[in-house]
């Protein structure tokens, strides 16, 4: 045999393995399940677009957004700038316009040059005044508070926290180690002066009165809502990713929180030039931002405005035109890839889809039967096992939703019950608004014409009526509650003379156990009307409450109202208890005593509620039981 043959006998051998391999990889490729198919051949040519596509874009487009958004970026600080700085300013105007008022200098100089009560009741109210045309005149300020060396003042909208001291806070502190300058700014805190705990920005201005014998310096406190700059800003986050406001120390006041403040004001400090908003580059988290920071000309505050590159490009628009050309594409070549295995799947499916559309008019007994084992026979067995189930879940829904009926006719009927306690508990009481400033004016004039039982009469009065409108607060603490009944007790009191005493027992912790409200007084009422009033002897109330441990985390709190009246018969007290127990509501027995227990039952629970015990014509003990819910916790209500 020649090398010619040997050579033409190689070709052909290759020939034939290459046609085997072919062979081999047409049959894989033939095998693979439907999925794989799709998967291969649509992915291919979305990894293929998606790149091309992805290179065009950056190349085209991100210099020239970057390049936009930063013109853009410091036109709208500078206009954020300019509001704040006009908003600020109009707060340090009205508080050098008060500091110089005459009527206010005046008023505090008589007070503190003769402390006495009556100067001293005329300067609450009037600087009272003068602090909510303080507030009221810019949406900014949070609440305001004056200190002097004989007392402080207040426009008692807000409750105050008595446990601040402003001679041992850092208010003061500050003019101690640094007191040059009259104004002093600090950053973002709580609330220390009042109790409701907001994010406030204080600014204390220390000032003098000309014709104060004493001398030395009074100091204004104004503290700024921080809610209110999150809400400035908040207008400005669609341009920004985070925004934010430090002081000069770097110190966070307003904004986006979780920024190093203190870097962002070394990366910035260098980049400035005569005052213009400036711009540099931060990195937080493998995050890479755009920078852009301004300065208020009335406090030396820096607004930081972050975008990050990322977001910035993300957000690209111009390219819309060529995106939606590479989604035609991509479309076009998808469809023409999914026809590839359509054949092998359109008669299968076809019956599949008209099973499903008997299916979707509400025919839950068609079946779809398949006999092959690929992706179509276990796409008509789950569709079988979905029908089955369907039929289940649809039976069982229809047994929910009566039972769901049932439930909702009791709730609404309980929440019915509820809402007639409430009415009825708001119809036993008047709107004290006019009444409590009116009754301030009465005992501002009694004090001053030394009508003392009307100025205890008038003060007690007010309190009463205060602590009845809560702020609208169905909630409120022990020490309040007790504060309400002693101010009723009090005014009873000067009307039944020595025939009416009264004492009140309770732990100093138990006083900020919430309660609800208006609970006690109607029970004190009841004491004086049906027992101690008819009685010829001088009759007392004894208030009592107490910490009951029932079992680990279910604490229980019991206040008693004891009296030495005439006591209630046996069967009476019986009948009672009954009603009482039972959710009853007897008017003819007393309306006040019942709406106190079902108020109590509907918020609490019915383990919880009003019982009595009595001993005819020697004493009655009206005894409260409720969870014992500390401040700041949860109040579980049934609803």
């Known amino acids: 045999m020649s090398w010619t043959t040997f050579g033409k006998c190689d070709i052909v051998t290759k020939k034939k393995a290459a046609k085997?391999?072919?062979?081999?990889?047409?049959?894989?490729?033939?095998?693979?399940?439907?999925?794989?198919?799709?998967?291969?051949?649509?992915?291919?040519?979305?990894?293929?677009?998606?790149t091309v596509g992805g290179i065009t874009y950056y190349h085209y487009a991100a210099q020239d957004v970057e390049k936009n958004f930063k013109a853009g970026a410091e036109d709208v600080?500078?206009?954020?700038?300019?509001?704040?700085?006009l908003r600020l300013n109009a707060v340090e105007m009205r508080v050098r316009g008060l500091v110089s008022n005459t009527t206010f200098m005046r008023t505090m100089v008589n007070y503190l040059n003769k402390p006495d009560e009556k100067n001293r009741v005329k300067a609450l109210g009037e600087v009272a005044s003068f602090l909510k045309d303080l507030e009221s005149g810019e949406s900014l300020v949070h609440s305001s508070y004056i200190y002097t060396d004989k007392g402080d003042f207040e426009n008692f909208i807000r409750m105050r926290n008595w446990s601040f001291d402003f001679k041992t806070s850092k208010f003061y502190q500050v003019y101690q180690e640094q007191g040059v300058l009259a104004v002093q700014w600090f950053p973002t805190q709580k609330d220390e002066i009042f109790k409701d705990e907001d994010d406030v920005i204080?600014?204390?201005?220390?000032?003098?009165?000309?014709?104060?014998?004493?001398?030395g310096y009074q100091y204004l406190v104004v503290q700024l809502k921080k809610a209110e700059?999150?809400?400035?800003?908040?207008?400005?986050?669609?341009y920004f990713d985070q925004l934010l406001i430090v002081n000069e120390n770097g110190e966070f006041l307003a904004g986006s929180d979780?920024?190093?403040?203190?870097?962002?004001?070394?990366?910035?400090?260098?980049?400035?030039?005569?005052?213009?908003?400036?711009?540099?580059?931060?990195e937080q988290n493998k995050i890479k931002y755009l920078v852009f920071s301004d300065t208020l000309d009335t406090t030396g505050w820096r607004i930081f405005g972050l975008r990050s590159r990322d977001s910035l490009l993300g957000s690209l628009q111009s390219l819309r035109v060529l995106i939606a050309e590479?989604?035609?594409?991509?479309?076009?070549?998808?469809?023409?890839?999914?026809?590839?295995?359509?054949?092998?799947?359109?008669?299968?499916?076809?019956?599949?889809?008209?099973?499903?559309?008997?299916?979707?008019?509400?025919?839950?007994?068609?079946?779809?039967?398949?006999?092959?084992?690929?992706?179509?026979?276990?796409?008509?067995?789950?569709?079988?096992?979905?029908?089955?189930?369907?039929?289940?879940?649809?039976?069982?829904q229809d047994e929910m939703i009566q039972e769901l009926k049932r439930e909702r006719d009791f709730v609404a009927e309980v929440q019915k019950q509820k809402r007639k306690?409430?009415?009825?508990?708001?119809?036993?009481?008047?709107?004290?608004?006019?009444?409590?400033?009116?009754?301030?004016?009465?005992?501002?004039?009694?004090?001053?014409?030394?009508?003392?039982?009307?100025?205890?009469?008038?003060?007690?009065?007010?309190?009463?009526?205060?602590?009845?409108?809560?702020?609208?607060?169905?909630v409120i603490s022990l020490r309040e509650e007790i504060e309400h009944v002693t101010s009723y007790l009090e005014i009873q009191s000067i009307r039944y003379g020595e025939k009416l005493n009264y004492d009140v027992e309770a732990d100093s912790s138990l006083m900020e156990y919430k309660v609800l409200k208006l609970i006690l007084q109607p029970l004190a009422e009841n004491s004086i009307y049906h027992g101690i009033k008819e009685k010829a002897q001088a009759g007392w109330i004894h208030i009592r409450a107490q910490l009951i441990h029932v079992d680990e985390g279910n604490d229980r709190l019991q206040i008693s109202v004891w009296d030495n009246g005439l006591g209630i018969a046996c069967d009476m007290l019986k009948k009672i208890n009954y009603s009482l127990a039972n959710g009853e509501t007897n008017s003819a027995d007393g309306y006040g005593i019942f709406n106190v227990n079902e108020r109590i039952r509907l918020y609490y629970g019915e383990q919880y509620g009003l019982l009595y015990e009595?001993?005819?014509?020697?004493?009655?003990?009206?005894?409260?039981?409720?969870?014992?819910?500390?401040?700041?916790?949860?109040?579980?209500?049934?609803f």
């Open 20 to 50: 085997i391999e072919g062979e081999k990889v047409k049959r894989f490729l033939n095998n693979l399940k439907f999925k794989s198919k799709i998967l291969f051949i649509v992915g291919a040519l979305f990894f293929v677009t998606a």
């Open 77 to 85: 600080l500078t206009q954020l700038t300019d509001t704040l700085d």
């Open 202 to 215: 204080p600014y204390v201005r220390r000032f003098t009165l000309d014709g104060y014998y004493h001398g």
């Open 229 to 238: 700059l999150d809400r400035i800003l908040s207008g400005k986050y669609g």
């Open 258 to 282: 979780g920024v190093n403040t203190k870097k962002l004001i070394e990366i910035v400090r260098p980049s400035v030039k005569n005052g213009s908003v400036a711009d540099s580059t931060y």
């Open 326 to 396: 590479f989604t035609v594409i991509i479309f076009l070549a998808a469809f023409a890839a999914l026809l590839l295995v359509s054949n092998s799947l359109t008669a299968a499916l076809t019956r599949l889809e008209k099973r499903m559309s008997l299916v979707q008019g509400g025919d839950f007994e068609v079946r779809f039967f398949y006999p092959y084992h690929d992706e179509v026979g276990s796409l008509a067995r789950s569709f079988n096992c979905m029908l089955d189930e369907i039929e289940r879940l649809v039976k069982k």
């Open 421 to 474: 306690a409430e009415l009825k508990a708001l119809q036993a009481q008047i709107n004290p608004h006019f009444l409590y400033n009116t009754l301030n004016a009465i005992t501002w004039q009694a004090v001053d014409k030394g009508e003392e039982e009307i100025s205890i009469l008038s003060s007690s009065l007010g309190r009463f009526f205060r602590i009845s409108l809560s702020k609208g607060e169905e």
């Open 614 to 638: 009595s001993e005819e014509g020697e004493w009655t003990k009206a005894i409260l039981t409720l969870p014992a819910v500390k401040a700041g916790n949860e109040i579980c209500i049934r």
